[in-house]
Every structure is written in structure tokens, then in C-alpha cells.
Nanobody, 122 residues
Framework: VQLQASGGGSVQDGGSLRLSCAVS????????MGWFRRAPGKEREFVGA????????YYANSVKGRFTISRDKAENTVYLQMNNLKSDDTAVYYC????????????????WGRGTQVTVSS
């Protein structure tokens, strides 16, 4: 399985962006697709995740109510809709695949894509 994130860019405070993660290869219903981010000088941070089969989602408190994860099974793509962006959301965003259930632990994810840069300016 290969993952490719895209859709990053520069926006102003309060703006929106939608990231995409294209998945090549088979995804099973039990698999979980997660989004993480790493800001300059900070540790990698969990953003949210979605279970491929049911569409159940799980978000970090810092993004709850502003970010939404969805998936398109026909396109084998996961999306991260980000609204009301703040400067603290500036980071490189990564998508990843886990096979162990909805989890926010990076080590539970065994497949990672290249990141896409999101920059939010005030």
C-alpha cells in the first residue's frame, strides 16, 4: 500500500483547506486511515482517524469541531477537511494506515505517506 497526501498550501487565519490522501493498493474494512502533523520544532501530533469500513472517526481535541475526516471508497481516497484554520495548525500533514483499530498512537501505523505542507498566516 502506498499513500500520497496532497492539497496543502498557504491560507490566512480562518481559512479552509482540504487535504487528500490517495491510497494505492487494497484497503480492508478493518483498516484505519489516520492524519498526523508535525510543526517545526514539535513532536508528531495525531490529528484524527477514520475506520475504512464503518466511517467511524476519532479526532484530537485540538481540531474537534474544525476538522472533518471522510473517505471515498470508490476513489480509495481519504480527505481531511480543515476549517477555521489557525496559525497553530501550521505543520506538515501526513496520512498513515493502521491495522489495529482507531488509534492515536503513531507506532500503531505501519504505512506512511509523504507529507504536505499547510501554512496558516495571521
Amino acid at each position: 500500500v502506498q499513500l500520497q497526501a496532497s492539497g496543502g498550501g498557504s491560507v490566512q487565519d480562518g481559512g479552509s483547506l482540504r487535504l487528500s490522501c490517495a491510497v494505492s493498493g487494497r484497503i480492508f474494512s478493518s483498516h484505519v486511515m489516520g492524519w498526523f502533523r508535525r510543526a517545526p520544532g514539535k513532536e508528531r501530533e495525531f490529528v484524527g482517524a477514520i475506520r475504512w469500513g464503518t466511517g467511524s472517526t476519532y479526532y484530537a481535541n485540538s481540531v474537534k469541531g474544525r476538522f472533518t475526516i471522510s473517505r471515498d471508497k470508490a476513489e480509495n481516497t481519504v480527505y481531511l477537511q480543515m476549517n477555521n484554520l489557525k496559525s497553530d495548525d501550521t505543520a506538515v500533514y501526513y496520512c498513515a494506515r493502521a491495522t489495529m483499530g482507531l488509534t492515536n498512537t503513531p507506532s500503531d501505523y505501519d504505512n506512511w505517506g509523504r507529507g504536505t505542507q499547510v501554512t496558516v498566516s495571521s
